[in-house]
């Protein structure tokens, strides 16, 4: 069975500080995409950051960053120098093998303070 | 850049009534989906849609729910019959390619509040 596990439900920080947000993950398959979306206040789902399982180098997305882990099933977001702006729940999901769907973990809220 | 845009961001409704939630995929899209988020709980899977017709649902995707592609453009998700636990935060979103490594690009969501 595919899961996304995401044990932080919620996190503060200090702004300008980095944040690590973690995911690990079970799957057979050996093709896989992890991503992590932010979802604001406002309700949509932004997306941040893909890796797909045949990455050998961990993805970046300008403040943010993926530590990508494979034997450890690991695939924590990193988002460094936090802004007030990243206040927002972030959701770790991975999209395996042939299947089509995206799996979602819990998600963990993230609040920045000034 | 492309997007994926749905219609109406927010729609009420009574309990009983029948619901279209509309979704334009982007367009040299070829898979296309429909999730679910209820308040303040994870992003859950309804189902996928590729050919026109349905690839894959979860146990949620019951005789209320149905898809529709009725042209070349629009996505549509018709709950038939609303219950009060109905009410969530749709999400459509469109793939270009199934497989583990191809990202989903989803859609702003409809609110559904079902009275």
């Known amino acids: 069975a595919q899961k996304i596990t995401q044990t932080q439900p919620g996190m503060f920080v200090q702004e300008k500080e980095a944040v690590t947000l973690d995911c690990t993950y079970d799957?057979?398959?050996?093709?896989?995409?992890l991503f992590w979306y932010k979802q604001p206040s406002s309700g949509e789902m932004i997306f941040l950051i893909y890796?797909?399982?045949?990455?050998?180098q961990n993805a970046t997305e300008g403040r943010y960053s993926l530590n990508f882990q494979k034997a450890r099933k690991s695939a924590n977001l990193v988002i460094s120098a936090s802004q007030l702006g990243d206040s927002a729940m972030y959701f770790c999901?991975?999209?395996?093998?042939?299947?089509?769907?995206?799996?979602f973990g819990s998600g963990t809220r993230l609040s920045i303070r000034p | 850049e492309p997007e994926v845009t749905q219609t109406p961001s927010h729609q009420v409704t009574q309990m009983g009534q029948e619901v279209i939630l509309r979704c334009v995929p982007i367009?040299?899209?070829?898979?296309f989906y429909w999730y679910r988020q209820i308040l303040g709980q994870k992003v859950e899977f309804l189902v996928s849609?590729?050919?026109?017709?349905?690839?894959?649902k979860s146990e949620i995707f019951d005789d209320q729910f149905s898809v529709e592609r009725p042209d070349g453009s629009n996505f549509t998700l018709k709950i038939r019959s609303t219950k009060l636990e109905d009410s969530a935060m749709y999400f459509c979103?469109?793939?270009?390619?199934?497989?583990?490594?191809?990202?989903?690009?989803f859609g702003p969501g409809t609110r559904l509040t079902v009275l």
């Open positions: 979103a469109s793939s270009p390619l199934a497989g583990g490594e191809n990202e989903q690009f």
């Open positions: 799957t057979s398959d050996q093709s896989y995409g």
């Open positions: 890796q797909g399982s045949y990455d050998e």
């Open positions: 999901a991975m999209r395996a093998g042939r299947a089509s769907k995206i799996i």
């Open positions: 367009s040299n899209h070829l898979y």
């Open positions: 849609f590729y050919n026109n017709e349905i690839s894959e």
